[in-house]
């Protein structure tokens, strides 16, 4: 019961975020929110290839 509750609450709260996301990405700021996960992937994937490059070389 409180597994299924704890559940519940978090998909809610996942929801609520990525509600209040597209409302932010509204109005102008949806190139800069954009950008910023643009960047982010981006990011990732730098360290993700070093650490597969460093991995495959050392």
């Not at 996942?14 to 509600?19: N, S």
């Not at 643009?38 to 460093?54: C, H, Q, R």
């Amino acid at each position: 019961m409180e597994t299924k509750l704890l559940n519940n609450s978090r998909e809610e709260l996942f929801t609520e975020l990525t509600m209040s996301e597209a409302i932010a990405t509204e109005g102008g700021k949806m190139t800069d929110h954009a950008g910023y996960w643009i960047s982010s992937l981006f990011n990732l994937g730098g360290v993700w290839v070093a650490g597969y490059l460093m991995g495959k070389y050392l």
